[in-house]
């Protein structure tokens, strides 16, 4: 009998380096496809979350600035004002007289007086890094603290790549005998807005002289841009220096009436956002925003279209800008436009 051998069953060694070949390919693609996958999704993440915190930004800042409550500086503080004059006019009278009567009781007039109202609105230019400060009607939300008079001061400034909004009540700081301020009793509740802003810079419209100007800074408490001090203001200021204190005290009280700049025409906001991906891109975003309460209810055409070719620049999928450099030179603009009222 003749035993044939059987032939062995298995794979080749060319056959398991093709094998594997097509393996490493096959598992190549699946990685690569699944890295880009994941890579696309968070991008997608990044990009949806970095339009949403422009978009959160932007409308907070705008509808507080739409909201915003002012009133001019001779409307409140009234008691106040009238018992320190007062008081500064006993000190003056006994001053005058060279007694030697204790002022302490001549100062008991300020003693029952509460904290002063503080309703201004005011910005700082800080370059790339500006700050806003104004109050604005307390919103209908149940869940906060409800402020004295339904007002609350609100503060927007950057720091550390970040949009921060301060809330604070209306009450202006108290000074002790040193001129030091004190700090409030309740801290202002600090909120954080936006991530990634790179800087925020306003601009303030008004009408001076028969044309449109832009200003870089605003308070509205003193006199700047819409009524600035002139030779002939400068002398009526010496004339009162003359005028016996009584006078001279009614005379201030009417040039605070008279020569406050106020609230501005609009606030032009221009915001600078990184963007994580790439740190050199900036996205520029620029807004127009109406005060309800400004003296003027108009503005220039020309300032709705920038603003606009900016938006749609911005849609179109760019990260360029057209925005002003920041000029602190007032700029000024023709006429011609449309009137719009809030």
């Known amino acids: 009998m003749i035993l044939r051998r059987r032939p062995a069953k298995g794979f080749t ?4 380096m093709v094998a594997m070949v097509i393996f490493t390919l096959v598992m190549s693609s699946v990685f690569i496809s699944f890295r880009t996958a994941v890579s696309s999704y968070d991008l997608g993440i990044i990009t949806s979350e970095r339009g949403q915190t422009e978009r959160y930004a932007t409308t907070v800042l705008t509808n507080d600035l739409r909201n915003a409550y002012y009133l001019s500086p001779s409307r409140y503080n009234i008691t106040r004002r009238q018992k320190e004059n007062m008081a500064m006019q006993q000190e003056a009278r006994l001053l005058k007289s060279s007694s030697t009567r204790d002022t302490e009781s001549d100062n008991s007039l300020l003693d ?20 806003i400060s104004f109050v604005r009607r307390q919103g209908m939300n149940y869940n906060e603290d409800r402020m004295p008079w339904g007002l609350e001061r609100l503060r927007y400034f950057i720091q550390d790549g970040a949009l921060y909004r301060s809330i604070d009540d209306v009450r202006g700081a108290e000074t002790d005998e040193y001129g030091n301020p004190i700090p409030k009793e309740i801290p202002p509740r600090v909120e954080k807005i936006g991530t990634n802003v790179k800087g925020i810079d306003f601009k303030f419209g008004y009408w001076y002289d028969k044309e449109w100007l832009t200003a870089t800074d605003w308070d509205s408490n003193s006199p700047r841009y819409r009524n600035p001090v002139t030779e002939d203001s400068e002398q009526d200021q010496t004339n009162e220096e003359t005028l016996p204190d ?3 005290a009614l005379l201030k009280q009417q040039e605070m009436e008279q020569r406050v700049d106020d609230m501005p025409s609009w606030v032009e906001i221009t915001y600078e956002f990184a963007n994580p991906a790439k740190p050199d891109a900036v996205t520029k ?5 109406m005060l ?10 020309e300032i709705f279209e920038e603003s606009s070719k900016l938006q749609r620049m911005k849609q179109e999928g760019g990260e360029k800008s057209d925005a002003r450099p920041n000029d602190r030179r007032p700029s000024r603009s023709s006429g011609g436009g449309k009137s719009t009222r809030q």
């Open 292 to 301: 309800p309460q400004a003296q003027e209810t108009y503005v220039p055409e």
């Open 246 to 248: 009584s006078q001279s």
């Open 112 to 131: 029952d007086l509460p904290p002063p109202i503080d309703l201004n609105f005011r910005a700082m230019d800080n370059g790339e890094t500006d700050e």
């Open 13 to 16: 060694l060319i056959e398991l």
């Open 285 to 289: 975003i620029r807004q127009v925003v």
